[in-house]
């Protein structure tokens, strides 16, 4: 059975840092595109991060870029998100997806297989 199980989720001071993590069973993530949405309270659900499955390509949205960090181990089935540099305004719940696709990006009809969702707050 397809699953993606989240963790690393929580409260942070503007400034620090947080890793999400994400493992997946039912599937590899060495045939899947994956990576991340998240949505704040009254806003659209927004791409942030993901990586291709052979060739781990990356994409970013533009308000991440230098601050977050994809990554994935295909053999542990696991991708994360490293946060550095948060900001109040990177307050959401983050989710993880993944699709049966070579490309990845922001594109939320790729992505068959969702996890249950994270709270990140960024808060003083």
């Known amino acids: 059975q397809v699953q993606l199980v989240e963790s690393g989720g929580g409260l942070v001071q503007p400034g620090g840092s947080l890793r999400l993590s994400c493992v997946a069973s039912?599937?590899?993530?060495?045939?899947?595109?994956a990576g991340w949405f998240r949505q704040a309270p009254g806003k659209e659900r927004e791409g942030v991060s993901f990586?291709?499955?052979?060739?781990?390509?990356?994409y970013y949205t533009d308000s991440v870029k230098g601050r977050f960090t994809i990554s994935k181990n295909n053999a542990a089935n696991t991708m994360w998100l490293q946060m550095n540099s948060l900001k109040p305004e990177d307050t959401a719940v983050y989710y993880c997806?993944?699709?049966?696709?070579?490309?990845?990006?922001?594109?939320?009809?790729?992505?068959?297989?969702w996890g249950q969702g994270i709270q990140v707050t960024v808060s003083s």
């Open positions: 039912g599937f590899s993530l060495d045939t899947h595109s």
């Open positions: 997806a993944a699709g049966p696709t070579l490309v990845a990006g922001p594109w939320e009809g790729l992505y068959d297989y």
């Open positions: 990586i291709s499955p052979k060739n781990n390509v990356t």
